[in-house]
């Protein structure tokens, strides 16, 4: 099983470059730090100041992976407690990722998932600033409340995986959150660097996006089809690693 979590790392790492989260990520790093865009952008601010906005960043994940990992660890809890009709949550379960991964692919529209959008209700920008690390957290926390429908298809999709499986949902989206923020934290050891690679990376929006379309859609066959625990066998037979810990 080591290498679903694989997997929902590398989720959570591609979902960095949503359309949604690159063009507000210089309002996020403003936010985390308090630092203003021109101060993120100095590299002599970027060594006096370079602890405390790691240590921000850091912060900032802490937020959100905190929040996703309650939630994996409360549907995974839901899951197991209808254990007795996965086959049928299987089912449901691996439609409605096959759907997230052609949505993402631009072949269907979901208009449903936009009454999750919780953007025009809440603001990230309403934190209250002036607490140093504890607005830090909050925008972190904020963030996973608010933003999560900007990675829907795949946020939802290893949501799904956690519920309609015996696998452990808070270890899940612990990873996702780890694959998520590390983008966050390389952006945070070298902002004014980061910033033009990852506007190089955005013209390759379109391509990486039909590639995590073709794995959620995958992924969604194997479990619609009951068929997930001989992905994971593949998978670790692939790996040429294996995980030092068993959840």
Known sequence: MESIYLVSFIIGFFSFL??????MITVYFTLITGLSLEDLQSATIQKKMKAHIVISTLVFILGFTLVFTLIGGLVSEIGHFFKDNIRYFNIVGGVFIILL??????LIKLNFLHKLDFSNRVDVRSVPQGYKY?????????FAIVCSHCIAPTFYSVIMLTGTTEINGAVVMFFFSI????????????????????KRLSKYGRDIQLVMALILI???????????TLLTKI???LLPFKLPYSF
Do not use: R, W
Request: one cysteine or more.
């Open 101 to 106: 991964g052609l949505k993402m692919a631009g």
């Open 18 to 23: 949503s359309p949604c989260i690159i063009p």
């Open 134 to 142: 504890l607005s830090t957290f909050l925008v972190g926390v904020f």
């Open 218 to 228: 995958t992924l969604g066959i194997f479990m619609m089809t009951n068929k997930l």
């Open 179 to 198: 694959g998520l923020g590390v983008p966050y934290l390389l952006v945070g050891l070298s902002f004014n660097k980061a910033i033009p690679i990852i």
């Open 235 to 237: 998978l670790d037979k």
